[in-house]
């Protein structure tokens, strides 16, 4: 039998004592997730406005298209980008597999679904009104969309907090492209599965643990946060 | 739009030129798991990193995804424990400079209480007898699983079906038995299952006696040193002229593959091999290859080496061979 209990409380000596091993992992998988979210904020958000501001033929497919991917197994995406990147694929020149830089755009590419459907459905719930009052208030079609973005930020914000939970929890990409090389491209979930292979279930316990305080805790933030009313919730209803 | 497009190739640049300008040389090793999971190769690369400019990268995924980065030119270095997917290997020109560096004997696992009797008989004898017993069974739905494969075109698996073929059954027809389960992951994650369901299964022996010994699982080593259950770990470097794909094998590093693997087979690394667990496990997990063999030594190890994993009389012919000679002599 496993001792499960004796596991636990080892994993947290390791946990409070700092080993630097364990936080090692822990930054790079923060890091990693955070530079990912960044990207996919930055190439997302403007097509989620795309998507909640303007009418155009194939919307309907085009958001369908991102609701659907949203639930994409990271494993098939790992291995899609594992055949991209690898040498033999088309980006195999570039030499990013078994890198950070693979593993970040891999989940920036993972997330991307998530963020443009929350952002695209809380664009959307802004009153229209303010589009048409700041256009005649005399601001010019961007500083309009602007203006919607900022009256839907909390909706962004929360996209950001799902797409980062999402990165942060996922094995099949970083597994997969980034090959879970100890001290360069493992992180918290592939290290995981790294130490349970091995028999070293007090550091895999420890990790796990790390990950779910992780998740809990930004979880937590948002709800209290939004209990507390600095964030409101997702989206308005017209007035 | 713009800045995002931007962001990534800040991001794709950023990791070239980290990888290319400031960090140390990159060998990557793809690497069988049963090297890994045991922790020998992380000695060895910290031994190795200690005296080289070299940041050794080991991807640990078995055998035949190993062979499938060789191929493609995603790692430096791979190390083996397969004979006849080395052979191929060798013959496509995607490895050359082939050493044979360890060797251990695989163990059929199985229950304390051993339902197919299968202790004390041959690794031959024991599939029989397992085939026999998986035939008996009452509940053939499926449901009942006394045999677990790593299923996973490893070494371990590749191992197992060489065992049934020499048993005389069709491995095909094996695996596609109600008894029969098919994990499909690695050795760790395979001894689990086969603990769950109190079933049999093949085992490289290091990972066996590091889950026994942490309590991990209950199972029992029932079939041990014999000459079918032989194990034999070779390294190869990965060839940087290929003809037929040139262009994927022009980052190979080489000269590191190399000079990595003269580390592997030199007299002090062989001989940490040896000691590798001895303390912890009470024996060893890897036994040295390079001197016994290099001495002909008389152990019928030797020999039994010598059939399963010498190809035309040697460990690498010199067809598959490039530079480096001291390495054969």
Redesign the interface.
Known sequence: MVDILGGIIKALQMILSGDPMLYGILYRSLFFSGIAVILATLWGTPIAMLLGLKDFRGKTLAKTFFNSLIGIPTVVLGLVLFLIFSKGGPLGSLGLLYTPGAIILGEAVLVTPILVSIATTAIEAVDPEIMNLSRTLGASESQASITVLKEALNGVLLSNIASFNRAIAELGVALLVGGNIAGLTDVLTTAISRYTARGDLDLAIALGIMLMVLVFGINMIVITARKAKLLLTLGRSPQ | ?I???L??AV??A???VY?NYFAKRRL?ISTT?SL??T?LL?ELEKNYEANHNV?I????AGTGIAIQHA????ADVILVHAPSVEKTFLEEGHGVNRKIIAYNFFTIVGPSDDPAEIEGKTAKDALKTIFAYGESLADQSGQTKIWVSRGDKSGTHTKEQSLWKAAGYNYTLISAEPWYANAGS????TLNIADQKSAYTLSDIG?YL??SK???I?LVALITQEESLLNVYSAMAVNKTVPA?Q???E?INYADAMDFIKYLVSDETQQFIENYGKATYGQSLFYAAVQPLKNDAPQPVVSWIETAAFFEGSECPPQYRSDYPELYS
Not at chain 2, 71 to 74: A, F, I, S
Not at chain 2, 186 to 189: P, R, T
């Open positions: 739009m800045v995002a497009v962001a990534t991001v794709v950023g990791t070239l990888f990557i798991t890994y999971d922790g992380d940041d990268n080991i991807v640990s191929e493609n030119g995603d690695g050795m760790g994650d990972t590091k889950f942490d309590g991990t209950s794909n262009t994927l094998h980052q």
